[in-house]
């Protein structure tokens, strides 16, 4: 005993070499002694050497460790005391230990320890037959030593446990220890237990886990809970998120229910003391979280429309939307509460126009909608709180054309102008901010208002600005878009400002032909005379796509290279929708204008840039926004939707434009080749008769000359030479004609060659008018079908 009292003592201090021989010592008597309170001694004093010598004492002691929870079941201390030098090894974070008295520890320690304790599937048993104990120190120590495997290798223990018939039922039974304790200890056991493994969370949940943790959340309660609370809450949020079979469970179970009504508290604590704690915030919080897990976009719709249903009944819309309205709520919490709102109305009809029916408690009365777009153009406001705002207003109007037709309607021109501020005067003033962020906000807000909307795009081709000075016409909101982007000092506005007109001018020819009939010039009073003469219809027309044209062959640099991708797509989208109105800007004309200022290749390849872009791919990941700072506003989620699938269109008919080009080039220089072969020949031809001509003027000079020298005594040779040269010029006469004849044949080929040619050329010409016809017919088909199945379907009821 005097040997233990040494190294147990808190006066002597054990020499860092003799650690190793104490241990052995130790180990050997805890080993070879006969008496259960020698084997208890030993294993203290081993317990008390585990957190300074973890090293010695996992290596030499562990196996004995081991050994004594099989032998010693029955003794308490004896188990409690392995159980905790168990728990020292494998403890890579230990914070109640000098620093000083780490000797030689690696920094994976533990992990090593844990590897080599659940080589032998039988220890995993051993430790968890202790959750049964009677000792209550046991019991904890055993959840301690569980949490720290899990902790060190989660997916090997997760095995384990999970072949043993009555792991899952032991864990369960912690939830309902009478001691908190343990009640406590077990809640972030299931934690770690249940953590990304949906075998484990389904069997978990069959065990009625829900109703269990609930009803420690309605004893604790929300606010005075503590971390409890935040337990229960993240174990109910592990289990649901991404597991549809669970959250059927849990909706079926009207457990939703039960948390509404919890919720409905949060609303007049607010009104009673804004200063929260801050574990209040993470518990109403993790509160909200479980409510988005049930209507998680990434849920299937089906499901999440049943959970939508079933949040309007319960009421918690309502609670919703008063903790939104509640003065001095924390941003974190107002943040979680607009997200909450949004994804519980977002699809849902029903759920949309009861929040949009809500009016905040101020004078006078202002709908929602109005009351969300005034705290997103705020510029004062935190940039988390705007997203969210951002995100709910986007929630909506998803899917409802009647709620855009509202918010475009207060963009529209009346005869009266409302006393009240409208969400048109918001959204407009917004977008002419000079704030970049605002400017960004209110362009996305408006891209939401008419996205798959082809009706509200060509409503909002009649929306005017304030009019100008002197009596002028109106600015239209297109012109005044385009004075905007000109202004190449606000990229990030730009930027929102080119994705409002992507999809505005996406699938609506009249918005393409309003902006490719801008005009550079400022006075509005001679551009209105110009539009009034059929003749100089298309004088000055083009600056929105002159501009563009100069954003594609823009300078580098990361924002710039947006800026230049986002503009070569609008100048695909102008090519792609047009329905040729403007006089020199078809999408015959802008092809060839493209080519010759941009290259077809070119442009089609900045276009494609936008995908390997590291804002795309972030935003592309999640329909909510994230940013740390303004700067990271770049896209938006449905924006990237809209993007991938113009893309296609506009790549495949630029493809199949230069296709086209190629084939009648190649046509042509076989044609002219064939021209040349033929001029060739005739050359040739022309060649030998003029040699045939010459031999002829030769003969006939020769036939005189002899006649001259011989006279009439040489009758009989000069009849014979006569008839000589008579012969040499009939053969050359008949080949004469021969050439000739063979010249016509050549000259009338060669017509008829040229005639095929033009005849070639115009049926080329025919052809391509006939497949721009067809893209327009084919443009107009396809946004009559989207019209239609954009049309809310109305059901007959059914007597039952």
């Known amino acids: 005993m005097d ?227 935040e337990d229960c809450f993240r174990l109910l949020h592990q289990i649901l998120a991404g597991n549809q079979q669970n959250q059927m469970l849990f909706k079926d179970g009207r457990f939703a229910q039960r948390l509404a009504k919890i919720f409905e508290n949060i609303p007049l604590e607010l009104e009673e003391s804004c200063a929260w704690s801050a574990q209040k915030l993470v518990n109403v919080s993790w509160l909200l979280k479980i409510f988005r897990a049930l209507v998680s976009p990434n849920n299937k719709s089906q499901h999440v429309r049943s959970c939508q249903v079933e949040m309007q009944a319960c009421g918690l819309l309502n609670s919703l939307w008063k903790v939104i309205m509640a003065g001095g709520v924390p941003a974190d919490l107002l943040t979680e509460a607009l997200y909450t709102l949004g994804e519980a109305v977002r699809g849902c009809p029903n759920n949309q126009e009861a929040v949009v029916a809500m009016v905040a408690p101020s004078e006078p009365p202002q709908p929602a909608i109005t009351v969300l777009l005034i705290t997103m153009v705020n510029e004062r406001q935190q940039l988390a709180v705007r997203m969210a705002v951002l995100y709910c207003f986007q929630c909506l109007l998803s899917g409802n054309s009647d709620i855009q037709a509202r918010v475009v309607s207060t963009l529209l021109p009346k005869r009266t102008e409302p006393c009240v501020t409208s969400a048109g005067q918001l959204l407009c003033g917004g977008l002419f901010s000079q704030d970049s962020v605002t400017a960004w ?49 606000r990229v990030q506005a730009k930027v929102g400002l080119l994705q409002f007109l992507c999809t505005w001018m996406s699938h609506c020819p009249a918005a393409v032909h309003a902006f490719l009939s801008l005009r550079s010039g400022n006075n509005h009073a001679h551009q209105q005379q110009q539009d009034s003469s059929t003749k100089n219809n298309s004088v000055g027309t083009g600056a929105g ?60 390849k900045r276009v494609g840039q936008i995908f390997r872009s590291d804002e795309f791919i972030r935003v592309i990941k999640h329909p909510e926004l994230e940013a740390s700072k303004p700067t990271d506003l770049v896209f938006d989620f449905e924006f990237t939707r809209l993007f991938k699938e113009v893309e296609f269109e506009v790549s495949t008919r630029f493809r199949r434009a230069s296709s086209q080009s190629e084939e009648a080039g190649a046509d042509a220089n076989a044609q002219h080749e064939m021209l040349l072969a033929y001029q060739r020949a005739l050359a040739e031809r022309d060649a030998a008769l003029q040699n045939l001509q010459l031999r002829v003027i030769e003969l006939e000079r020769q036939l005189a000359c002899a006649h001259h020298d011989n006279g009439g005594g040489q009758r009989g040779a000069e009849h014979a030479a006569d008839s000589d040269l008579r012969g040499a010029l009939a053969q050359t006469s008949e080949r004469l004609q021969t050439a000739e004849k063979r010249i016509a044949e050549l000259e009338g080929a060669l017509k008829t060659v040229t005639q095929e040619k033009e005849t070639l050329k115009s049926e080329h010409e025919d052809l391509l008018l006939l497949l721009s016809d067809q893209d327009t017919q084919i443009t107009s088909l396809v946004a009559q079908l989207e019209k239609v199945s954009t049309q809310p379907q109305k059901f007959l009821p059914v007597a039952l």
Do not use: W
Request: proline fraction near 3%.
């Open 3 to 229: 040997l233990f009292r040494r190294y147990l003592s808190t006066t002597t201090e054990v020499p860092e070499d003799a650690g190793a021989d104490v241990i052995e010592t130790l180990v050997d008597r805890l080993q070879t002694s006969s008496r259960v309170e020698d084997r208890r001694d030993s294993m203290r004093a081993i317990k008390a050497l585990s957190k300074r010598y973890r090293l010695e004492v996992g290596t030499q002691a562990m196996p004995s460790c081991i050994e004594a929870l099989s032998r010693d079941s029955e003794d308490s201390d004896t188990i409690s005391y392995a159980l905790d030098a168990l728990c020292n090894m494998m403890n890579d974070e230990r914070t109640d230990v000098d620093p000083r008295e780490l000797v030689n520890i690696p920094a994976d320690l533990g992990k090593q320890f844990t590897e080599i304790f659940i080589k032998e599937p039988e220890n995993v048993q051993i430790v968890l037959s202790f959750l049964s104990s009677y000792d209550m120190h046991v019991r904890r120590q055993t959840i301690h030593l569980l949490i720290l495997m899990l902790q060190n290798n989660r997916k090997a223990v997760q095995d384990l446990l999970l072949s043993s018939p009555m792991a899952v039922s032991k864990f369960m039974a912690t939830l309902s220890d009478p001691m908190e304790v343990i009640r406590n200890d077990g809640l972030l056991l299931l934690l770690y237990f249940t953590k990304n493994h949906t075998t484990i969370q389904k069997i978990v949940a069959f065990e009625n886990v829900f109703e269990r943790i609930l009803s420690i959340v309605e004893t604790e309660t929300v606010g005075e809970g503590g971390v409890v609370i």
């Open 441 to 489: 906000f209110s362009a996305i807000a408006m891209l939401h208002s008419i996205y798959q909307n082809q009706q509200l795009k060509e409503s909002l081709l009649h929306v005017q600005m304030a009019p100008a000075s002197g009596g002028d016409a109106p600015v239209s909101l297109m012109q005044q878009c385009f004075r905007l982007i000109c202004q190449t000092n």
């Open 545 to 604: 796509l002159s501009h563009l044209i100069a954003d594609v062959l823009s300078g580098e640099g990361e924002e710039i290279d947006i800026v230049s991708s986002l503009s070569a797509m609008l100048i695909g989208i102008c090519v792609c929708y047009n329905n040729s109105a403007v006089e020199g800007y078809d999408g015959k004309s802008l092809i060839s204008i493209i080519d010759k200022r941009i290259g077809v290749d070119d442009l089609v």
